[in-house]
């Protein structure tokens, strides 16, 4: 854990973004919520671009059932990175699970507001949540 966080901290490690996000996901494997969360956040506002493959995790995560990593790497890109088409789709997805239709229904109109014509809005008028 203290080699992780040095390497975070360490300005010649290399890429700092990189670092960050490296850490994240080894705390994240090794259910430190909280430091992984605090990596991963900080990772994103190095390098904002850091969101999609944070994203494809997250889906990833969603898909072999583990929900509480899926909703955590969610929640750290909801808190650093505007909404997109893929944070929203699987917004929908947690909010069909969990019986809360009203949340699907909101989420469903910001998708349909902000990203008409991705994929995940076509999934979401055919119902595929």
Do not use: M
């Not at 994103?44 to 969101?51: H, Y």
């Not at 909404?83 to 349909?112: E, H, M, P, T």
């Amino acid at each position: 854990q203290q080699q992780f966080s040095a390497a975070a901290l360490a300005p010649d490690y290399g890429q700092v973004a990189d670092s960050l996000e490296n850490a994240g996901y080894c705390f994240l494997k090794a259910g430190q919520n909280d430091e992984a969360r605090t990596l991963l956040s900080r990772a994103l506002k190095v390098d904002p671009d850091k969101g999609a493959p944070l994203l494809a995790e997250a889906e990833k995560q969603f898909g072999e059932g583990k929900r509480a990593q899926s909703q955590l790497l969610l929640d750290v890109y909801q808190h650093v990175l505007p909404a997109s088409a893929s944070s929203l789709w699987l917004q929908i997805r947690f909010a069909a699970l969990a019986g809360r239709q009203d949340s699907v229904q909101r989420y469903g109109k910001q998708l349909a507001r902000s990203f008409p014509q991705s994929k995940q809005y076509q999934q979401f008028l055919a119902n595929e949540y």
